[in-house]
């Protein structure tokens, strides 16, 4: 098997997820996983398709991040890392589609109006 690559995005994350086989290393922008995330909960957060299908050590996984916050970041690398895992094995599908990491987060910030403050706040109305 060679080097298999996804994209995983959430808000304004993008992910360039590079799965091969290996020990279970993750390095993202060249870093190390928790070097790079430095909350429990985010490493965690990524690791979860692997967790799913019990494939922690089988892969070594190289990501690209780009955009967003980490929290997006978190999740678009879950995202891709789960389609990664889908394109290797077929048979892992089902495992990560109950789980919910095979579905795209669509939420995204909607975006200012014009006489407005925010997106749906309003000045605040003086009758006098």
Same mark, same amino acid.
């Not at 996983?33 to 692997?50: R, T």
């Given at each position: 098997?060679?080097?298999?690559?996804?994209?995983?995005?959430?808000?304004?994350?993008?992910?360039?997820?590079?799965?091969?086989?290996?020990?279970?290393q993750?390095?993202?922008?060249h *870093?190390a996983? $928790? &070097?790079?995330?430095? /909350?429990? @909960?985010l490493?965690f957060?990524?690791?979860?398709?692997?967790?799913?299908?019990?494939?922690?050590?089988?892969?070594?996984?190289?990501?690209?991040?780009v955009?967003?916050?980490? *929290?997006?970041? $978190? &999740?678009a690398?879950? /995202?891709? @890392?789960?389609?990664a895992?889908c394109?290797?094995?077929?048979?892992m599908?089902?495992?990560?589609?109950?789980?919910?990491?095979?579905t795209?987060?669509?939420r995204?910030?909607?975006?200012?109006?014009?006489g407005?403050?925010?997106?749906?706040?309003?000045?605040?109305f003086s009758?006098?």
């Amino acid at each position: 098997m060679e080097v298999v690559n996804t994209v995983g995005r959430r808000k304004a994350a993008v992910a360039r997820v590079y799965v091969k086989p290996g020990n279970g290393q993750i390095t993202i922008n060249h *870093k190390a996983l $928790a &070097e790079y995330f430095s /909350l429990d @909960i985010l490493c965690f957060q990524v690791k979860q398709p692997l967790l799913a299908t019990n494939t922690l050590e089988n892969y070594d996984i190289t990501i690209n991040l780009v955009g967003g916050g980490i *929290k997006g970041q $978190a &999740e678009a690398a879950r /995202l891709g @890392i789960a389609r990664a895992l889908c394109e290797i094995d077929a048979e892992m599908r089902p495992a990560l589609k109950k789980a919910g990491f095979l579905t795209r987060d669509s939420r995204v910030v909607e975006r200012k109006k014009p006489g407005q403050p925010g997106a749906r706040r309003k000045f605040q109305f003086s009758k006098r």
